[in-house]
């Protein structure tokens, strides 16, 4: 019998705020919460993959990270990349980078929560 994977079914960003790092998802990136979700996490209603921020797992100390996600890419889809990067420049975001041409669309990368560097593309 064998066994594959189709692929990423779930992301989550380990942070030590939660509802701080919920907030500036909601706020600036105009996530919305799934419904239910666990105690120690926000969920958010993104397709085709959840999207959340939770507390660390048992093990993890973030205080130790020299910077969260260090040598992972996680990009987000917008249907508006100039507009987003206006709104982040705007509401004081950390380290926007210029918006650049991509072979996904306009992209630009940011810091977000707790110092995980995020790149937005799309139209």
């Known amino acids: 019998m064998s066994a594959t994977v189709e692929g990423p079914d779930f992301i989550a960003l380990q942070v030590r705020d939660v509802p701080a790092a919920a907030a500036f998802f909601e706020d600036n990136l105009g996530l919305r919460r799934a419904p239910g979700g666990p105690a120690n996490a926000v969920v958010f209603a993104t397709a085709p993959i ?57 992209a630009f990368t940011f810091t977000g929560p707790e110092g995980y560097r995020l790149t937005v593309h799309g139209a």
């Open 50 to 106: 959840p999207f959340a921020v939770r507390e660390p797992l048992p093990g993890v100390d973030l205080d130790d990270a020299a910077r969260p996600g260090l040598g992972v890419a996680l990009w987000l889809r917008t249907d508006n990349a100039p507009t987003l990067r206006e709104r982040l420049v705007a509401a004081g975001t950390q380290d926007v980078t210029p918006l650049q041409d991509t072979p996904f669309g306009p």
